[in-house]
């Protein structure tokens, strides 16, 4: 069974830096897309940057400049470098990956989430 566990979220002052970490781990056989998402409280789950397996990135603008994707395929492992947050960066953030336990076959999982405050 697959897993996607998400870590490194936190209390952070504006300005500030997190770096979030998605493991994932199971019967992998490879991993395409993976990508970042987060849900502020009362809005809509939104895409903050997504990466696929050719290394090709994708952010939200909101982010653009700010957060760096990226990944490291040899421990099935996609991180998330947050730089210059700012308040509204505040959400429960999600992890999501388009897995194949056998050859061609692509499902996508997502993680529980991990919360990032930013207070000003």
């Known amino acids: 069974q697959v897993q996607l566990v998400e870590s490194g979220g936190g209390l952070v002052q504006a300005g500030g830096f997190l770096r979030l970490s998605c493991a994932a781990s199971?019967?992998?056989?490879?991993?395409?897309?993976a990508g970042w998402y987060r849900q502020a409280a009362g809005k809509q789950r939104e895409l903050v940057a997504r990466?696929?397996?050719?290394?090709?990135?994708d952010y939200a603008d909101s982010v653009k400049g700010r957060f760096t994707i990226s990944r490291n395929n040899t421990v099935n492992t996609v991180y998330l470098q947050m730089d210059v947050l700012k308040p509204e960066d505040t959400a429960v953030y999600y992890c999501?990956?388009?897995?194949?336990?056998?050859?061609?076959?692509?499902?996508?999982?997502w993680g529980k989430g991990t919360l990032v405050t930013v207070s000003v």
């Open positions: 999501n990956a388009d897995i194949s336990t056998v050859p061609g076959i692509y499902y996508g999982y």
């Open positions: 199971g019967s992998i056989f490879s991993i395409d897309a």
């Open positions: 990466i696929i397996s050719g290394g090709i990135t």
